[in-house]
């Protein structure tokens, strides 16, 4: 029998005013309640990188930089990974773009899956990191939480600033399906690490 997976998810805006925080507290409630996984947050703000500035990428050369390999060893001790997705001009944020450069072996062969929240959902950023974790050799999941439109405006502090809770009923079936493909490919691509 494959442990429990253990699962991080990665808040991926370091901004000081940043709105990350309400959707990645909802997230990690979400994930908290059920028994098929241990979640713990990793914070980007936790983790001062550089910008990339190694001879090579991980993938040809080890790391040089103590914060690169610091964020190394914190992503090598997960079987599957939740971003938190802000939306910055249709893509990810330059912070998690970088973040996702700085490892390499250590996001293979894991899935993901994402909360990505804006006007259309954090959809656009989102289908960009399923770019990236293709060549990262990732599994995304088919399903992930958009928080969109008139539920982001309700949420979202210079507007309606209502709790999450509000819209809630609205995320829930999309976090369980996100949910539940994270932990059967987490299962799935644990057994088939430990038999390679
Ligand atoms: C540089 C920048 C670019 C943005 N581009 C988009 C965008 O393309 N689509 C969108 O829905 N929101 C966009 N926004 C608005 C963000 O959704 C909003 O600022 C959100 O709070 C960002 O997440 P954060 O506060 O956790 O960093 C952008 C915000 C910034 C700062």
Not at 67 to 81: F, K, L, S
Not at 94 to 118: C, V
Not at 137 to 165: H, L
């Amino acid at each position: 029998m494959t442990a429990k997976p253990r699962i991080a998810l990665i808040i991926g805006s370091t901004r000081p005013t940043r709105f990350a925080d309400k959707p990645a507290q909802w997230m990690l409630k979400q994930a908290q309640a059920r028994q098929d996984m241990d979640v713990e947050v990793v914070d980007l703000r936790d983790h001062p990188l550089p910008y990339f500035a190694e001879v090579a990428s991980t993938l040809h050369a080890p790391s040089k930089d103590p914060e690169a390999i610091r964020w190394q060893q914190t992503i090598d001790q997960y079987d599957g990974y939740i971003f938190v997705v802000a939306e910055y001009n249709h893509s990810i944020t330059g912070a998690l773009k970088n973040a996702l450069d700085q490892a390499y072996k250590e996001w293979n062969r894991k899935p993901f899956t994402a909360i990505g929240y804006g006007s259309v959902g954090g959809a656009r950023a989102i289908e960009h990191l399923r770019g990236i974790g293709v060549e990262l050799q990732m599994v995304s999941t088919r399903s992930a939480v958009n928080i969109g439109g008139s539920d982001f405006m309700a949420i979202f502090p210079m507007f309606g600033n209502k709790p999450i809770e509000d819209i809630e009923a609205g995320l829930l079936p999309s976090a369980k399906a996100a949910l539940d493909d994270l932990v059967w490919w987490a299962k799935a691509t644990m057994a088939a690490r430990a038999a390679a």
